[in-house]
């Protein structure tokens, strides 16, 4: 639950420094310093922020993309590791949460993963997205339920999602019920053009008033020398622009700072947390306007494994052919 009754919060809107995962880190934590300097208590990054968004394998066809996954294999995020624990000591130093979106690699695939690092430092959350988008499938695994549920920090009861995870009713809902006072939503930015911008709002504003909770959104952001580096196709380019709707959001629905949708910043809100309560004595989705008996979200929090063992491993002082059964 929320321990103050106002909070402070920041959505960054920031360039990545692409194919550079300490370089990209390095600017996270500035951006945190920056942020704590307007005494922000919790702070969210873009969609796979480290070392980078994907981009080229929107524009990119499979059979010519192996080379950038390599690279983004090698600029990927072991977690936890040396990168996130530069993080947490920016997290405890600036005794804010931080909310970072990056590529995690684990063995032999990539996936998006989202962090939540509490004002302590302690990585209290790690969730990869369910299902990778389109041409995200080339690129990532996918993740599981065991992240799908919100934690409690000390400033508030946090969630999160990234990007067309929104678009799962479902995922948003466990969300929900498991009490998410602050929904933190990430999406890659600098992508598909405006109807991406103003889907993008619609989609926040709608999980706001729906779940009664403040919504933080923040988008990545490409330059025109970055977007040239990714392609020199022109047509192709038009697709790396716009797409950006870093915002801020009451569980009224409405901005609670101007959002920001081209160029890099930070928008800065304060939310009351009285909000909340506000909007759910009149409409709790998971509560009083809610009809389990009759609709109810079905959810495995199970982490995958690829090995089930069952009843140890064998001694290996017994004779092989003891294992094998009797020898006639």
């Known amino acids: 639950m929320a321990t103050k009754k106002v909070i402070k919060a920041a959505a960054a809107q920031i360039k990545p420094v692409l194919g550079d995962g300490i370089g990209t880190i390095e600017k996270v934590c500035d951006t945190i310093r920056m942020a704590a300097a307007q005494g922000t208590d919790i702070i969210v990054f873009p969609e796979t922020f ?22 983004l294999y090698a600029e ?12 947490a000591s920016a997290a405890r130093e600036c005794s804010m949460v931080v909310v970072l979106g990056v590529n995690e690699r684990d063995g032999g695939t990539l996936y998006n993963t989202q962090l939540v690092f509490d004002t302590t430092g302690e ?17 990532w695994g996918q993740g599981d339920g065991s992240g799908l549920h919100a934690v409690d920090t000390t400033i508030a009861r946090v969630g999160a999602l990234a990007c067309w995870e929104h678009y799962n009713p479902l995922a948003r809902y466990a969300l929900m019920a ?11 930015g600098s992508m598909v053009g405006q109807i991406f911008a103003d889907q993008m709002e619609v989609t926040i504003r709608h999980h706001a008033l729906e779940a009664g909770c403040f ?8 330059d025109d020398e ?12 038009k697709a790396l622009r716009g797409g950006c709707m870093t915002a801020i ?27 909340i309560w506000k909007r759910k004595r009149m409409m709790d989705s998971v509560g009083h306007y809610a009809r389990p008996e009759l609709l109810s979200v079905n959810l495995n929090q199970a982490a995958h494994q690829p090995v089930h063992t069952h009843g140890g491993r064998p001694d290996v002082t017994t004779p092989a052919y003891a294992l094998r059964g009797t020898i006639d």
């Not at 990585?123 to 690129?139: A, D, G, S």
């Not at 977007?227 to 022109?234: E, G, Q, R, V, Y």
């Not at 959001?249 to 909000?275: F, K, R, W």
């Open 50 to 71: 480290v070392p980078n968004y994907p981009y080229f394998s929107f524009i990119t066809p499979p059979v010519a993309a192996g080379k950038e996954h390599l690279k």
């Open 76 to 87: 990927s995020v072991v977690v936890p590791g040396p990168l996130t624990d530069l993080v």
């Open 123 to 139: 990585l209290v959350l790690k969730r990869r997205k369910i299902t990778p988008t389109y041409h995200e499938r080339m690129i």
């Open 178 to 188: 498991d009490g998410e006072e602050i929904h933190c939503g990430q999406f890659p």
């Open 215 to 222: 919504v933080i959104n923040a988008c990545g952001w490409l």
């Open 226 to 237: 970055q977007i040239t580096s990714i392609t020199p196709d022109p047509a192709l380019q």
């Open 249 to 275: 959001i009451s569980p009224e629905g409405v901005h609670l700072c101007p959002p920001i949708t081209e160029g890099e910043g930070i928008a800065y809100a304060e939310l009351d947390m009285a909000l």
